[in-house]
């Protein structure tokens, strides 16, 4: 899918809660509304989305979703647009996990999601070492 990426990393000893508040302020710092879902074994959501009105009227329902699963030694990050889902602190990751998270986009959407997710992946592969 168009806008879907996926990092491996192994042997870095990261501190995934740390990980996910870098992301998280990463994205809040470049002016995205974000949530994120309760830490757990199975692995945590964040999404983030840009606000304004403009943006509300036409993609209301998407965000950039990001998934962080694994262990210290051992993660997952993937990347993607996806639905942006109400009350995703409270959710199972689980629920998640197994679902389809993540949406098709059509062009425009991959285009800016592919801007973000070069950006970020960038930072996060410098954070991680």
Do not use: C, N
Not at 10 to 38: N, P, R, W
Not at 100 to 108: C, E, M, Q, S
């Amino acid at each position: 899918m168009l806008g879907d990426k996926t990092e491996h990393f192994q042997g870095k000893a990261t501190d995934l809660g740390k990980l996910q508040a870098h992301i998280e302020k990463y994205l809040t710092d470049d002016g995205f509304k974000v949530q994120s879902s309760a830490a757990s074994d199975k692995g945590t959501v964040i999404q983030a989305k840009k606000e304004g009105f403009l943006r509300d009227v036409v993609d209301a329902d998407r965000a950039f979703t990001i998934t962080i699963t694994g262990d210290p030694a051992d993660f997952t990050v993937r990347f993607g647009v996806g639905k942006w889902l109400q009350h995703l602190g409270v959710a199972a990751i689980e629920t998640f996990l197994v679902s389809d998270l993540f949406l098709v986009v059509d062009i425009a959407d991959s285009a800016w999601s592919l801007e973000v997710e070069d950006k970020i992946i960038a930072d996060l592969k410098k954070f991680v070492g």
